[in-house]
């Protein structure tokens, strides 16, 4: 299954581009797939003022569920942190 986007042009380097940013379209296709996941802990730490460390990598927590899919694009990837192991 592939995910699909709205793309334009880009004025730095001519080619055709996602008009939303990578996170925005992995919200909504998790959204889409009826998977509740939250920002990762990195995320959450940096937005709380916890951490001054801006996180590079986009992580989505998927609760206590595991996710085998993988959203890319281009050398871009999103990771899935879950609280799989925590579960009893």
């Known amino acids: 299954m ?3 986007a709205k793309a334009r042009i880009s004025s730095i380097t001519g080619k055709q581009v996602p008009r939303e940013p ?3 379209l992995a919200e909504e296709t998790l959204r889409r797939l009826h998977i509740d996941a939250q920002p990762g802990q ?3 730490d940096y937005a709380s003022a916890k951490s ?3 996180p ?3 992580t989505f927590n ?3 569920r595991r996710i085998s899919r993988k959203l890319i ?3 871009r990837t999103i990771r ?3 609280n799989y192991s925590a579960r009893s």
């Open 80 to 82: 899935f942190e879950n």
């Open 52 to 54: 001054t460390q801006v």
């Open 62 to 64: 998927t609760g206590c």
């Open 42 to 44: 990195a995320q959450r």
């Open 56 to 58: 590079v990598q986009s």
């Open 73 to 75: 694009l281009g050398n």
């Open 22 to 24: 990578l996170e925005v």
């Open 2 to 4: 592939g995910v699909f």
